[in-house]
């Protein structure tokens, strides 16, 4: 990140500076409403149990933010308790190779929905090892490939998470080894995308180092309120609001908005366009992180899952929500 915080300094430095930023009661009392409506479904749903260090996680927890571009912050319920990202962080490592590598990225990954669940091995075999779209695993393997050229797998692994710190402006962020460790002791489907990817000449760093560094992006621990924070930046134009400061060009933002909406839920994400009409990401954490355009950023957690993959709680709480805000970009 350091490359690309580094690059955008001065571009506009020297504005308005909001580090902190104010509670908003009238969102929150929307949240606190948004949360009970949604507190009859707590429990319902599956907890991600193929990675033994999420199936511990209490199917009944909930918590939800919002960090507007003009520095509010609303919370209901557990908006303040650490939970794995998960395939969140696919947006996170997706930003910085766009910086590292720019376009040349599409000539390895695709840009469209894939239709398919998020670790299907099919359609990379179809497609001869071209994955189609940066959010399924195996795009987001070839992701960290691209930010391994010509560094360790260590030294990835601090720059995604130095970068995650600098926008949830919060050095607490943090990752769960424990979580890292239990998905590379039974990660057997994302062995196999890998060495699939490996076979098709599409990786150019060993399967172990690409693996590493998805392994350990995907145990990024993070609160909603750290999670909103660091997805305001493309709610605002590429720009974080609240430094005043250049993240990514405004064409960029609106194309990793583009990409979440029609990618960031899994096969579900046509229906989550239709019902919420928001940029999302979800991960197997039970995580979402949804965008809305010059207004803000959401994340909302909960861990039980629908058939999708995705928070059965979150997904009803961000359609209310959005209903009620009249918040869509269409
Ligand atoms: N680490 C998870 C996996 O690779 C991420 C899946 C997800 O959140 O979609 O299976």
């Known amino acids: 990140m350091l490359a690309l915080v580094a690059e955008d300094r001065g571009a506009g430095a020297g504005g308005r500076v909001l580090t902190a930023a104010a509670p908003d009661g009238d969102l929150t009392a929307i949240l606190e409403r948004v949360a009970a409506t949604v507190r009859p479904h707590l429990g319902e749903g599956r ?16 918590g939800i933010a919002v960090v507007t571009v003009d520095g509010r912050v609303a919370t209901a319920g557990d908006a303040r308790v650490a ?13 910085l190779a766009l910086a590292k590598v720019g376009n040349d990225l599409w ?25 189609r779209n940066p959010f399924i695993n195996a795009g987001a393997i070839v992701v960290t490939d691209v930010l391994l050229e010509g560094r360790s797998p260590g030294a990835v692994i601090d720059e995604v998470l130095e970068f995650v710190r600098y926008l949830a402006d919060d ?3 943090a990752i769960d080894e424990e979580v890292a460790r239990s998905e590379a002791e039974t ?5 196999s995308l890998a060495h ?23 145990a990024l621990s993070m609160t909603c309120v750290q999670l909103a924070r660091a997805g305001l930046f493309l709610a605002s134009a590429g720009r974080d609001p609240l430094r005043d400061r250049k993240v990514v060009r405004p064409e960029r933002a609106r194309r990793i908005n583009a990409l979440m909406l029609t990618c960031g839920h899994y096969d579900a994400s046509g229906d989550v366009a239709f019902r919420i009409g928001l940029p999302g990401k979800s991960g197997v954490g039970g995580g ?43």
């Open 288 to 330: 979402i992180l949804a965008v809305v355009p010059r207004q803000g950023a959401i994340a909302v957690w909960s861990p039980g899952l629908n058939a999708n993959g995705n928070s059965h709680a979150g997904t009803i709480a961000l359609e209310r929500l959005a209903a009620e805000m009249g918040w869509s970009v269409f």
């Open 187 to 191: 990660g057997h489907r994302n062995y």
């Open 83 to 95: 939970f794995s990202i998960q395939s969140i962080s696919k947006v996170f490592t997706l930003t």
């Open 107 to 131: 000539k390895r990954i695709g840009r469209e929905p894939s239709g398919s669940p998020f670790n299907s091995i099919v359609q990379l075999e179809r497609e001869r090892g071209i994955p």
């Open 196 to 218: 699939f990817l490996a076979g098709f000449g599409q990786l150019k760093n060993p399967v172990e180092s690409a693996l590493s560094v998805y392994f350990h992006q995907c």
């Open 171 to 173: 050095p607490a962020v």
């Open 47 to 62: 907890v991600a149990g193929y990675i033994p260090a999420l199936a511990r996680v209490d199917p009944s927890r909930f």
